[in-house]
C-alpha cells in the first residue's frame, strides 16, 4: 500500500511539473505555486495570531507589580525552549539565508521559533511577531520548492514569496509587504532579487485573502490619524526636519542596542537566564509605564487617542527605545518593525506638543517613517506600509521622510547580514 501510495505521489507531481496544455494566457504551474503557498501563509499566519491573542489574553491578566513575575517567568520558559529545542536566530539569519544560502530556510528552526516567540510577544515584550512568521513562511516556501523540485532562483523566489506572505499576514498590506520582503535582502542601494516581485504579490494576496477570512480583518487602516490636508508646500520642508529629528532618534537605538548586546555578551551564563534578566528589567518598566508593555499593535491608537504631557511623552520614549534594545540582545524573539513605528509615532507626539502649530498627522507619520526606514533601510515598503496602515493619502511626505531616514542610516547597517557579500568577507 505504502508503495502505491509514493507512486501516485510522484505521479501527481510529474503532471504538476508539466506545464498547462491548451493556456493562452501567462497564467501557469508557477502562479498554482504561489497561490498554495500564499493559502498555506494565510492559514499557518491566522493561526499563530488567534494562539497569541488568546496567550495575550491570559497573561495581561496579572498586572501592577504581578506583571514583573509574569515577564521574567516567560522570559525564562522561552529561554528554556531555546536552549532545548535549538536557537532559532534572528532576522538577520533570515537575511542571510536568502542571500548566501540559495535561498534556502531550514524549517527546523520553526519549533523554538514559534513557542519562543509566542511567550515573548504575549507577555509583553517590545519585540512583534513578524519575525517568526516570515520565518515559518518563508521556510514554508523553501519545503514547498523542495517538494517541486525547484533549485536555484526559482527556490529562492519561492522562499521570498513565503516571507512576503508573512509580512503582509500581519500588516494588512499586500504591496507594502510584498515590497518589504524584498527590500530588507537589499545591500547598498539596491533591490536584487526583482524576479521575486511577482511570486511575492501573489503569494502576499491570497495570504491576505485567508487571514482576513480567519481573524475577521477589516478593510480600514490600522492606526487612526486625524485627517490632514497639505496647506502649503512647506509641508516637504517639515517632514524632511522631523525625519532628521527621527533619524537621530533611530542611531540612538542602534547605539543602545550594541551598548546592551556587548553587556549581555559578556554574560557567560546560559541563555535562559539572559532571558530571565530581560523579562525582570522589562517588567520594572512596564510597571511604572504600562503603554510600553507589547510591541505597539493596539498601543499606538492609545497614544494617538489620549493626551500626555510632554514629561511624560519623554518618558515613554526613553524607556520604549530601551524596552525594545533590551528585547533584541537579551534573547527574547521577535521583530522590531512595529515597535519602532511606536517610537516614532511618540516622537511625532512630542514634536506637536512643543509645536502646537505643527499638523499632528504629518509629524507623526515621518517620524514613523523616518525610524523604520534608518533602521531597517527599507524607504520604499516603509512609505507604502505606512500608507496603508494608516490611512494617509499623501504618498509624497512620507516618501520624502523614508528616504531622508535612509540616507541618514549609519554605513554598518544595523541588519548586519544587508552588507555587501565582499564587505562581510
Not at 10 to 32: G, H, M, Q
Not at 36 to 53: C, H, K, R, S
Not at 67 to 91: N, Q
Not at 213 to 226: A, D, S, V
Amino acid at each position: 500500500m505504502k508503495l502505491k501510495k509514493r507512486r501516485k505521489l510522484v505521479k501527481y507531481v510529474n503532471i504538476l511539473d508539466r506545464p498547462i496544455s491548451f493556456n493562452p494566457f501567462l497564467f501557469s504551474r508557477n502562479f498554482l505555486l504561489w497561490a498554495l503557498l500564499g493559502l498555506f501563509g494565510g492559514v499557518i499566519a491566522g493561526v499563530y495570531w488567534i494562539v497569541l491573542e488568546f496567550l495575550t489574553h491570559q497573561i495581561a491578566f496579572f498586572e501592577g507589580w504581578l506583571v514583573i513575575p509574569a515577564m521574567a517567568i516567560s522570559g525564562l520558559l522561552a529561554g528554556i525552549v531555546i536552549h532545548l529545542i535549538g536557537d532559532p536566530g534572528e532576522i538577520q539569519l533570515i537575511v542571510n539565508n536568502i542571500r548566501f544560502n540559495k535561498g534556502k530556510l531550514d524549517p527546523k528552526n520553526n519549533p523554538s521559533m514559534i513557542l519562543s516567540s509566542l511567550l515573548c510577544v504575549a507577555s509583553g515584550g517590545s519585540l512583534g511577531p513578524e519575525a517568526p512568521l516570515v520565518q515559518v513562511t518563508g521556510s514554508t516556501g523553501t519545503w514547498l520548492g523542495k517538494v517541486f523540485r525547484l533549485k536555484g532562483e526559482d527556490r529562492r523566489s519561492l522562499s521570498i514569496a513565503g516571507m512576503a506572505s508573512g509580512f503582509t499576514a500581519l500588516f494588512g498590506a499586500p504591496l507594502g509587504g510584498s515590497l518589504f520582503s524584498l527590500e530588507i535582502l537589499h545591500h547598498k542601494h539596491a533591490v536584487e532579487y526583482y524576479k521575486a516581485i511577482i511570486p511575492a504579490f501573489v503569494a502576499s494576496c491570497f495570504s491576505y485573502v485567508v487571514f482576513a477570512l480567519i481573524i475577521h480583518l477589516g478593510l480600514g487602516p490600522t492606526w487612526e490619524l486625524p485627517a490632514y490636508e497639505m496647506e502649503s508646500t512647506y509641508d516637504f520642508l517639515f517632514a524632511v526636519l522631523f525625519a532628521c529629528s527621527a533619524a537621530v532618534l533611530a542611531w540612538s537605538f542602534i547605539f543602545c542596542t550594541k551598548f546592551l548586546k556587548n553587556i549581555f555578551g559578556k554574560l557567560h551564563v546560559p541563555i535562559y537566564i539572559k532571558t530571565l534578566i530581560g523579562g525582570i528589567v522589562l517588567g520594572i518598566i512596564a510597571f511604572y509605564l504600562p503603554i510600553t508593555r507589547y510591541f505597539g499593535h493596539h498601543e499606538i491608537n492609545e497614544l494617538l487617542s489620549n493626551e500626555y504631557s510632554i514629561t511624560l511623552l519623554i518618558a515613554i520614549l526613553i524607556f520604549k527605545i530601551i524596552a525594545i534594545s533590551v528585547t533584541v540582545t537579551s534573547g527574547w524573539r521577535g521583530g522590531f518593525i512595529i515597535p519602532l513605528f511606536f517610537v516614532g509615532a511618540t516622537l511625532g507626539l512630542l514634536i506637536h506638543q512643543i509645536f502646537p502649530s505643527v499638523d499632528v498627522s504629518l509629524a507623526v507619520i515621518c517620524c514613523m517613517a523616518s525610524v523604520n526606514a534608518c533602521v531597517t533601510r527599507t524607504p520604499m515598503s516603509t512609505t507604502i506600509l505606512l500608507a496603508t496602515l494608516t490611512g494617509f493619502t499623501y504618498f509624497i511626505p512620507i516618501l520624502f521622510a523614508s528616504l531622508t531616514g535612509y540616507f541618514l542610516a549609519p554605513k554598518i547597517p544595523f541588519i548586519g547580514s544587508q552588507m555587501d557579500k565582499k564587505v562581510k568577507e
